[in-house]
């Protein structure tokens, strides 16, 4: 397929300024980064988190009058997908310690160190085990391991990185964390990049003052991946769940979380299961599509854990800032969507211009990159369009080679390279066309620095989570959180569930109340949740669906 | 709900091609990969879609086109339909996967490990000694990865190499579908992959040195110090940070200001 004639032409423009840009870059020299006044000009005039009229007010609910994204603020404000007077609690399906919802990279985290507190462990989880986009991480995970760099670095990074609104418990415990849960990742066997005497590669991401990203090629996430599932399978006291979503928690006579209702996706059953404490981790929202943005998410992430625990009263937080990551690939169509990871600017690539000119410092925080990608796109009117109408900027990967040595692309580029390959495009020798897509839920429920929300017994880690990131998550710390609190999760909640008592009655009266504030709020738009599933099927299908019974 | 990328509503003016989803004939535009064709065709997916960006391996795919006696894979989310595909996803790879206890050779050092290593992979996984050098696997990995060179590379004990080679696998486990001699190869190499990641790759001193003093406590202050500043004082540090440079050499930077080290 290659680009076609017109995007040929363009790249000479590229091509042209090429040579003076990688002088410059092997000087140390780089495009001035904003000030934090221009910073926020930028992010108030062009990010799609400002635009007040893709939001609404809650009218339900513990966050009732938060402003949120609309699709977001209608999937909170649904409905249950239980019949509640038909759905039967006293038949217990599985009886377990610890319940985790979600298998991603923090459930998997979790169930490791549950099971090894002792707790017998069950994870139910939509997809496969696995499935979730801790796979599609693929730049990096930070922790100040080098010399020049210390968690205190990490922290003042961290902050500055979500305008200071980041809850500081929960970054202490992140960058301290760091180092041992990568420390942990390497007894495991994830394979890191390393150099021939086993010290670790790292490199800048976006908004980091140290080099502190720790890759696995271009599929850091991946490997950690499956090394955690890998592990998981080994150890025969977590049980777990594939295609069984969660449809609602459950809470018991003392109020605390004591399990959920399972769906067998395939057979349509319900399985009730009791726990002595339940972990959420759910994953984020990309699904949802907020402002009709592609996004880089797995299938399943569609809010799922945020709709049932704010049905059972859970506070969430900055669920406003949504992140949308710079470089999301246009071209070919075929890939629009698709993370162009951060480690192509941690390599050295630099955003151009329809003009092939620099607009911005390539490694800004994600907001304000995305923000002035937009800007460069709108306002500047230099953007460069694709031939089904999208419009974007170029990323020059050829320069990693100039930069760094040929093959690099390649090496550390791998699985970026065949995605392009797959379509005649040699990004080692061509640049790429990007646009900000949707990447990452930043805010989520509220928790404490072991994951527990004000449920007892319910405890949460992960995307689902918020605070961690604030209003803005540097590059390589989702990777991080993932496994930092999700292994402080699971150790929590196997202490927990070793002196909670076993729950008695199991109830579901925290959906029916909130059925009834949905009734008094006069909603009543038919509308269920969670999602659970996308639907992608085009108007002309779903207009042939006729109306049917389904016994 | 505006689904951009994925909806393709859009692409109703796009020429149409027919193909054949598990037998069945669809028209579906001709620049969709088949797992968007799939959708278009109006499926919603249960199993057979993951990540939609190529890299979890769930939705590992054979097909045949018109006319060619070959059978082809790709993955449904990467691969863009052709006139008369006939397509099928494969839901699920049964795969042989004993457990193991990756700690197990820990008295063994870095040095002596492989020999054991090597002894643990041909008890747990006998079946890599069946290879009878087909290749198919190697035609079959939609990664591209040489498959077959890196079972021989197990066979031989090369566990590090093996463990590179393989490094890219989504771990769709066509490769142990089509295999004739019923090697589950994506198993295999995982178990060997953490081997190489325990035992063959030294370990990052900095990091077993860092770990000891986060654990003696010696950051704890500072980071009270830092929770407990004001915004402003705060934003000024974040502000004048120094940035290490992008191509400083491993180790050796040294910092003007070592206030936070």
């Known amino acids: 397929m290659s680009y076609p004639p017109e995007l040929k032409s363009l790249i000479r423009f590229v091509e042209k300024t090429r040579p003076q840009r990688v002088e410059r870059a092997r000087r140390g020299e780089s495009y001035p980064a904003l000030t934090l006044a221009e910073r ?27 402003r949120l994204p609309i699709e977001l603020a209608d999937l909170l404000e649904s409905h249950s997908r239980l019949d509640l007077d038909e759905v039967r609690l006293d038949r217990v399906d599985v009886d377990t310690d610890v319940l985790i919802i979600g298998a991603g990279g923090a459930g998997t985290a979790a169930a490791l160190e549950a099971v090894q507190a002792g707790a017998s462990v069950t994870v139910a989880t939509k997809l496969r085990h696995g499935d979730a986009n801790t796979v599609m991480a693929e730049g990096g995970i930070q922790g100040a391991t080098a010399e020049a760099d210390s968690p205190c670095y990490h922290y003042i990074d961290a902050m500055g990185g979500g305008h200071f609104s980041n809850a500081p418990d929960l970054v202490e415990a992140l960058v301290k964390d760091a180092p041992v849960a990568i420390e942990w990742l390497e007894r495991l066997g994830v394979l890191f990049d390393k150099y021939p005497d086993g010290r670790m590669k790292v490199r800048h991401g976006g908004g980091t003052s140290r080099k502190r990203l720790h890759s696995c090629g271009d599929m850091t996430g991946a490997e950690i991946m499956r090394v955690l599932r890998d592990e998981a399978r080994n150890r025969p006291g977590i049980r777990m769940l594939e295609f069984t979503p969660a449809l609602e928690l459950l809470l018991d006579e003392r109020g605390q979380c004591a399990g959920a209702v399972l769906l067998n996706l395939e057979t349509r059953e319900l399985y009730i299961v009791r726990a002595k404490a339940v972990i ?95 800007r460069e796109c709108s306002e500047q009117g ?64 509220v928790i404490g620095v072991n994951g527990e929300t004000s449920i007892p017994g319910l405890l949460a880690a992960g995307e689902v989570s918020g605070g961690v990131h604030g209003k803005n998550r540097l590059m390589g710390n989702s990777l991080l959180d993932i496994v930092v609190f999700g292994r402080r999760a699971g150790l929590a909640a196997a202490a927990y569930a070793r002196e909670a008592g076993a729950p008695k009655a199991l109830s579901l009266d925290h959906v029916r109340s909130f059925e009834r504030e949905l009734t008094e709020a006069g909603i ?28 | 709900m505006s689904n951009d990328n994925d909806s393709n509503g859009s692409k109703n003016k796009e020429k149409l091609i027919p193909v054949q989803i598990m037998g069945r004939l669809y028209d579906v535009p001709e620049s969709l990969t088949i797992m968007k064709a799939v959708e278009y065709a109006g499926y919603q997916y249960v199993r057979g879609c993951g990540c939609r960006g190529g890299i979890c391996g769930a939705c590992g795919t054979f097909y045949r086109l018109p006319g060619d006696y070959q059978l082809m894979t790709g993955l449904a989310c990467q691969t863009v339909v052709q006139p008369g595909m006939m397509i099928m996803q494969l839901p699920y790879v049964p795969a042989n996967r004993p457990n193991y206890d990756v700690e197990a050779f820990d008295g063994n050092g870095v040095a002596g490990a492989n020999g054991a290593l090597h002894e643990s992979v041909r008890r747990l996984f006998p079946e890599v000694y069946r290879c009878v050098g087909c290749a198919t696997c190697s035609r079959t990995c939609p990664m591209g990865i040489d498959v077959m060179d890196y079972v021989a590379l197990i066979g031989r004990g090369e566990l590090a190499k093996a463990a590179d080679l393989s490094f890219s696998c989504v771990m769709c486990g066509l490769c142990a579908i089509r295999c004739p001699a019923e090697i589950s190869q994506h198993t295999a190499a995982m178990y060997v992959r953490r081997l190489a990641g325990r035992y063959l790759t030294p370990k990052a001193e900095h990091l077993t040195r860092r770990v000891a003093e986060v654990q003696a406590g010696r950051f704890d202050g500072k980071l009270a110090q830092l929770k407990a500043m004001k915004r402003d004082e705060l934003t000024s540090l974040y502000t004048n940070r120094e940035r290490e440079p992008d191509l400083s050499e491993p180790g050796q930077w040294k910092p003007k200001d070592a206030a936070w080290l």
Request: proline letters at 6%.
């Open chain 1, 524 to 551: 009543s738009d038919g509308k269920v949740g969670p999602m659970l599933l996308p639907n992608y099927a085009p108007e002309h299908i779903r207009a042939r669906r006729v109306a049917m019974h389904v016994p």
């Open chain 1, 280 to 374: 959420l981790s759910t994953g984020g929202l990309g699904r949802l599509h907020i402002q009709g943005f592609p996004c880089t998410n797995h299938y399943g992430a569609t809010a799922d854990g945020l709709v049932m625990a704010y049905r059972a009263g859970i506070k969430t937080c900055f669920l406003d800032s949504t992140q949308f990551h710079p470089t999301g690939a246009i071209y070919p169509e075929q890939n629009a969507g698709l993370l162009i990871t951060e480690k192509v600017r941690g390599l050295g690539a630099h955003l151009l211009n329809r003009s092939g000119e620099e607009f911005l410092f390539a490694l800004e925080p994600r907001d304000v990159a995305s923000a002035c990608i937009i």
């Open chain 1, 40 to 66: 926020q000009d930028r992010l108030t005039r062009f990010h799609p988190d400002y635009r007040a009229e893709a939001k609404r007010a809650l009218s339900v609910g513990s966050n009732k009058g938060d």
């Open chain 1, 382 to 445: 230099l953007g460069v369009a694709t031939p089904a109408g999208r419009s974007g900027v170029w990323l020059d990967s050829p320069m990693i080679e100039l930069l760094h040595g040929e093959g690099t692309v390649r090496r550390e580029l791998g699985a970026k390279y065949l995605q392009f390959q797959r379509f005649g495009i040699d990004i080692s020798r061509e640049p790429m066309l990007v646009y900000p897509t949707l990447h990452y839920q930043n805010g989520g429920l």
